[in-house]
């Protein structure tokens, strides 16, 4: 089974100051890890993916997210916010190896304010 | 490049009517999915195919709903009759055979809400 909890429905920062949103996972062998983002009315859009080995991941529009194994986590991060990064972010996980496909996160509502 | 394209982008129906959505995936790409957002339930994949074919149909709520690929470049989602908890809004993705057997980078289109009354 596999499967990933985002503990926060929603996360406010203010403008210019690092933001976290919080990811953690569980699946029965190694990950693949993934972050989405969804604008208003929009589709999900990819951002960053986690497969293998460098630990840090960096993606589009300066976010990064850190593999953690010990814990089980895939933090999303990005050091100064924007406004514009509001939006929801979905976590996603699969079993490395398996024809599953992805299983999301319920989404953490990220909001930044000027 | 059009990227995933849905139609129609609201669709507004009534209890008992036959609601059929479409999709035409991004060009090259051999795998299609279907999604329903809602925010009870979050994100659910329904469908998948690859190659045209229907590879994991587990996550189709019952049998009021199908799905076809005839071709490459085309899919629907059909609910046949609709009920007022099938309002959601529902996603189409495409991916790319480039990304080997994980098919873990996913394109998605705009999604169309759907208001069953």
């Known amino acids: 089974a596999q499967s990933v909890a985002q503990p926060e429905d929603q996360v406010n920062v203010a403008e210019g100051n690092p933001l976290t949103v919080k990811c953690t996972y569980s699946v029965s062998g190694n990950p693949y890890l993934f972050w989405y983002v969804q604008y208003p009315n929009r589709g999900l859009q990819f951002l960053l993916k986690?497969?293998?080995?460098?630990?840090l991941v960096k993606g589009s529009y300066g976010f990064e997210a850190e593999f953690n194994k010990s814990q089980t986590s895939f933090h999303l991060k990005k050091p100064s916010a924007l406004v514009s990064d509001s939006a929801l972010y979905f976590c996603?996980?699969?079993?490395?190896?398996?024809?599953?496909?992805?299983?999301f996160g319920s989404g953490t509502q990220l909001t930044v304010l000027p | 490049d059009a990227g995933v394209i849905q139609s129609p982008r609201h669709e507004v129906t009534e209890m008992g009517q036959e609601v059929t959505l479409r999709c035409k995936p991004i060009s090259g790409h051999n795998s299609l999915f279907w999604y329903r957002q809602t925010m009870m339930r979050g994100l659910e994949l329904l469908i998948y195919f690859n190659n045209n074919v229907p590879i994991d149909d587990s996550g189709m709520p019952e049998d009021r709903f199908s799905a076809k690929m005839p071709n490459a470049s085309f899919s629907t989602l059909k609910i046949q009759p609709s009920e007022p908890r099938d309002s959601a809004v529902y996603f189409c993705a495409s991916s790319s055979p480039g990304q080997r057997a994980t098919n873990e980078k996913l394109f998605f289109g705009s999604g169309t809400q759907l208001s069953v009354l």
């Open positions: 996603a996980v699969k079993l490395s190896g398996s024809a599953r496909q992805l299983t």
């Open positions: 986690y497969i293998t080995g460098d630990n």
